[in-house]
């Protein structure tokens, strides 16, 4: 019996290589999530090193805004930093100090500080961030990939299998650009594709320019014929007057009060996630989530239209009194008690 012939490993597939994960270059809607991390190997599973506290940083791409094309990096916080804070258990949005610990900073050489100094570089304000992620959730950024520090590179590893052996410095995946639009403390960015660009018009034609004026062609010689009747043309009909287009009908009381339920329904699901408050683009983004799960889309759109579009403003701002909370420009907060 003839041997089997072995198959080659195809190790030109970026997949078949373990490590950090690569974010391509490009325009992304970003979300972020605190987590405490622990690197698995891909092909194995099997974990590698300790658990470290960090930002997972979920990376859609503005030209296909869906789970499917969702990248995702995580941006550690330093080594020691799960000694003394951890992930916000009721939000995952922010970090809480873990009991009993002597307190501490954050690490300022790390992954995480790096994004974060980019976001600053690129125009967000200081003061937008401060204890919970959703207020910079859904912004649109231009990413790019920068050296690592040089001094990582003398860093050494702690696994027995490379002890000793010297880190080669990496890439790390900033932001560049705040796009226009995508500030999400300004109302902008979210889970909306972008406007397209609007086309190139054509450039005007070439003025005529001064010269000769061309020499007209001889007339032709008309021929003779011999004289007839002439037919007398039919006298043209009138064209008939287009139909007036009928005007919608107003929506009925019982119509609007369907809607009003359904918002209602929509937005509490929302803020029973994120009964702390969050952004206003947030929510809207999330009340389109609700309806198209839910296989109501057209209705979403009628939800939004009614309570999310300027002309909605009041609207909206009594419906969440009713539910405990208020629109304060870009976040929707908690009335006070």
């Known amino acids: 019996m003839a041997a089997a012939q072995m198959v080659g490993v195809n190790f030109g597939d970026p997949s078949m290589y373990s490590g950090a994960s690569f974010i391509p270059d490009g325009d992304y809607c970003m979300t972020f999530d605190a987590v405490l991390h622990t690197a698995v190997d891909k092909n194995t599973g099997v974990a590698r090193g300790k658990a470290r506290l960090g930002?997972?940083?979920?990376?859609?791409?503005?030209?296909?805004?869906?789970?499917?094309?969702?990248?995702?990096?995580?941006?550690?916080?330093?080594?020691?930093?799960?000694?003394?804070?951890?992930?916000?258990?009721?939000?995952?949005?922010?970090?809480?100090?873990?009991?009993?610990?002597?307190?501490?900073?954050?690490?300022?050489?790390?992954?995480?500080?790096?994004?974060?100094?980019?976001?600053w570089q690129s125009g967000m304000p200081v003061e937008v961030l401060?204890?919970?992620?959703?207020?910079?959730?859904?912004?649109?950024?231009?990413v790019t990939n920068v050296d690592e520090p040089a001094e990582r590179a003398s860093y050494k590893s702690n696994t027995a299998e490379i002890q000793q052996e010297e880190r080669k410095p990496g890439k790390v995946a900033v932001v560049s650009l705040i796009l226009e639009g995508g500030a999400p403390w300004d109302g902008g960015g979210g889970f909306e594709a972008p406007a397209a660009t609007p086309p190139v018009q054509a450039p005007p034609a070439a003025p005529v320019r001064p010269g000769p004026k061309p020499v007209p062609a001889a007339a032709p010689v008309a021929v003779a014929r011999p004289a007839g009747p002439r037919p007398v043309a039919a006298a043209p009909r009138p064209a008939p007057a287009p139909a007036?287009?009928?005007?919608?009908?107003?929506?009925?009381?019982?119509?609007?009060?369907?809607?009003?339920?359904?918002?209602?329904?929509?937005?509490?699901?929302?803020?029973?996630?994120?009964?702390?408050?969050?952004p206003r683009l947030l929510l809207r983004n999330e009340t389109v989530k609700y309806f198209d799960v839910n296989g109501k889309s057209t209705t979403g759109a009628a939800v939004i239209a009614a309570y999310f579009e300027p002309s909605g403003a009041d609207a909206l701002q009594a419906l969440l009194g009713e539910m405990g909370y208020y629109v304060d420009g870009a976040q929707v907060k908690l009335l006070p008690s």
Not at 65 to 90: C, D, V
Not at 130 to 142: E, K, P, Q, V
């Open 55 to 119: 930002v997972m940083v979920n990376f859609y791409p503005l030209s296909n805004l869906t789970e499917e094309g969702k990248l995702q990096q995580f941006y550690s916080m330093g080594s020691k930093a799960h000694e003394s804070f951890a992930p916000n258990p009721e939000t995952g949005k922010g970090f809480v100090p873990v009991p009993g610990a002597k307190g501490g900073s954050f690490n300022d050489k790390t992954n995480w500080m790096m994004l974060l100094n980019s976001l």
């Open 130 to 142: 401060s204890n919970d992620f959703t207020a910079i959730d859904g912004i649109w950024a231009h």
């Open 244 to 278: 007036p287009t009928p005007a919608p009908p107003p929506p009925t009381a019982q119509a609007e009060q369907d809607l009003r339920t359904e918002a209602i329904t929509s937005i509490s699901d929302v803020l029973t996630k994120k009964p702390n408050g969050l």
